[in-house]
Each structure stands twice: as C-alpha cells, then as structure tokens.
C-alpha cells in the first residue's frame, strides 16, 4: 500500500520558533509537494521538488523554505514562524508526473498552530 | 483570473438526487485535469481523472470541455456516503505541479 507519513500530526509553536514539518514517502515517487489549506482558501501550493536536491516555489512560498536531501524525503521549514502560518499543512507524492494522469498520495496532515 | 475556480456551494441535497459541479481553469494549454475528494478531517484522495472523451465509474462522470475551459463531475442517485468536499485539481501553467480549486461542499440528506 502507498503510504506518505507526515512525523507530525499536531504542533503548537510560538511566533518566532523555527519549525520543522517531515514528510517521507515510501513509493519511490520523484515529485513530492507541500501544500497549506485554510477555510475559505482551499489547497495552496507552497513548494515542489522533482527529484532530490530540486525545488521550486509554489504559489506561496514566502516564509517558507524546503529541503530534499534523500529522495523519500521532503521537509518544510519555517524559519520564523509567525501566527499567519497557523494552518493545515498537506504533504504530497506524486505517481508520475503533473503533465500525465498521475495520482497525489497525501499524508494525513500537520495541524500548526503559532501562538 | 485565478488558475482553477469552481462553484462555490455548498450543495445540500437529497438521496438520490442528481446533482453536478463545474470547475474552470485559466491555462488553455493544460492537460491534466482531476477531481479529488475530501472527507471532513481527512487528506484528499483521487476520485476520478478526467478525460477528453470524457469518463465515468458507476455514478460519477466527468467530462472536459477545452473550447470553454471548463471541467463537470455529475453524481447520479446520491448517497449518504457522497457527502464530501469535491476538488478541481488542473497542472499548472509550467506543467511542473498541480493545483486545486477551492472545492465545493456536498451535504447529502436522508
């Protein structure tokens, strides 16, 4: 079965704090995404990778960064995080590729509140 | 105009109602187009993808229209179970990642 594992299914944090959210997959995907969902404003995409050590910005990416250092791992940082960031974070992987009829595995999430 | 828009719901209808949402997208040259769902307090999951011929599985079709950038997915006989929020999911511009609309909410009533 495809599993994406996000560590990390509530935290709570104060505003400054610098925050690590974990994600792995074990399917050997390429192409894994984090995405942010708040009321009102839906799935937003924050960064991408397509393969380890790539990235690239999504539609928000501001006070976020990301690594990829193994292939089955993606980790999103907020360096400083602020109460703005309070939100759902979606971890993804992708079966092949966004051009052709590939299906997003999510992780179960990571609930961030920043006090 | 925003990449992927839908309607913006909620949807509350009977069992077995037919009922049907819409999504448009803003990139005339995408070409991968999805619609997830997403129960309450749980990660999105593929539906169903959406071809050009247009497609179905039991109750659910969807269909494509490139001239007027717009996608449907059409629930026949609805069900308890079909509650969900339902997500348009097109490629990006770049064809690099996937982004989704809104979604619109399903409430289906006994």
């Known amino acids: 079965d495809v599993k994406v594992t996000q560590s990390s299914r509530y935290l709570v944090k104060r505003t400054g704090e610098k925050v690590f959210l974990e994600c792995v997959q074990d399917m050997d995907h390429e192409n894994m995404f984090w995405y942010r969902q708040d009321p009102g404003l839906g799935l937003r995409l924050i960064y991408f990778?397509?393969?380890?050590?790539?990235?690239e910005k999504g539609d928000i990416p501001e006070g976020y960064s990301v690594s990829r250092e193994k292939k089955e791992r993606f980790s999103l940082i907020l360096e400083s995080a602020s109460t703005n960031q309070t939100s759902m974070y979606l971890c993804?992987?992708?079966?092949?590729?966004?051009?052709?009829?590939?299906?997003?595995?999510f992780g179960e999430g990571s609930r961030l509140t920043v006090l | 105009r925003k990449e992927v828009e839908q309607d913006p719901g909620p949807f509350n209808v009977p069992e077995g109602a037919t009922v049907a949402f819409n999504c448009t997208y803003s990139n005339s040259a995408s070409q991968s187009f999805f619609w997830y769902r997403q129960d309450c307090r749980k990660e999105p999951k593929l539906l169903m993808s959406v071809y050009s011929s247009g497609n179905e599985d039991g109750r659910f079709t969807a269909q494509l229209n490139r001239a007027s950038q717009y996608i449907s997915l059409l629930i026949r006989d609805s069900k308890l179970s079909d509650s969900a929020t339902y997500l348009c999911v097109v490629n990006n511009q770049a064809g690099t990642a996937l982004i989704f609309g809104k979604g619109t909410t399903l409430s289906v009533s006994s």
């Open positions: 990778s397509y393969d380890v050590k790539m990235k």
């Open positions: 993804a992987s992708l079966s092949g590729t966004p051009m052709n009829t590939g299906e997003l595995f």
